[in-house]
């Protein structure tokens, strides 16, 4: 009944206060599992026997990154095999994180660029910037994972050389 995909989430909330987003306030304190308690979760799905794909519907899957990288090698290290999915934050992300998800199976990721105009990221109150997407996303595409941006054109203080900046970021990376 289950079949082939599964979400699941390790974490409640955002511990981030981006301009254009109400999430955190709604949700509440930023909140996670434990590795033990999610590593009792994924050995409970691979017993279901039909999963090979999850989606793992954090805001902030990678936050803190150690955490992650303790996720991540966990799953390498249980060999639950295991396709996934994930918003990422760019900025949380490094070299070995982006080796951990290959390894563990990530096929691709969310990020959430909203600009390449550093102007227009700090304007968002992102903690990101632009030098964070060239540096993952170049990356994530040698690791073989497919990366999806969400974009924001026209937020307040937008200007043609803000665009602009978006645009070249995009066919940058």
């Known amino acids: 009944r289950i079949g082939e995909f599964v979400a699941i989430r390790t974490s409640k909330s955002c511990p981030f206060a981006c301009a ?12 996670y599992e434990g590795i033990d308690a999610v590593e009792q979760e994924l050995d409970r799905i691979r017993r279901v026997g039909t999963v090979t794909t999850l989606a793992f519907i954090d805001d902030t899957v990678n936050v ?10 966990m799953m390498i290290g249980k060999g639950y095999r295991f396709r996934w999915n994930a918003n990422l934050r760019a900025d949380h992300a490094d070299a070995e994180c982006i080796d951990l998800m290959r390894r563990s199976g990530c096929e691709g990721v969310f990020l959430g660029v909203e600009s390449g105009s550093d102007a227009m990221l ?15 996303i170049p990356q994530l595409r040698d690791a073989g994972i497919l990366t999806h941006c969400s974009l924001i054109i026209g937020f307040p203080g937008e200007t043609r050389d803000t665009v602009r900046e978006t645009i070249d970021l995009i066919e940058e990376v």
Not at 65 to 71: E, I, P
Not at 124 to 132: G, I, Q, V
């Open 20 to 31: 254009f987003c109400s999430y955190p306030q709604q949700a509440g304190a930023y909140v």
């Open 64 to 73: 803190p990154r150690g955490r992650f990288k303790d996720l991540l090698r």
């Open 122 to 136: 700090k304007r968002m109150n992102k903690t990101s910037r632009s030098a964070d997407y060239r540096r993952v």
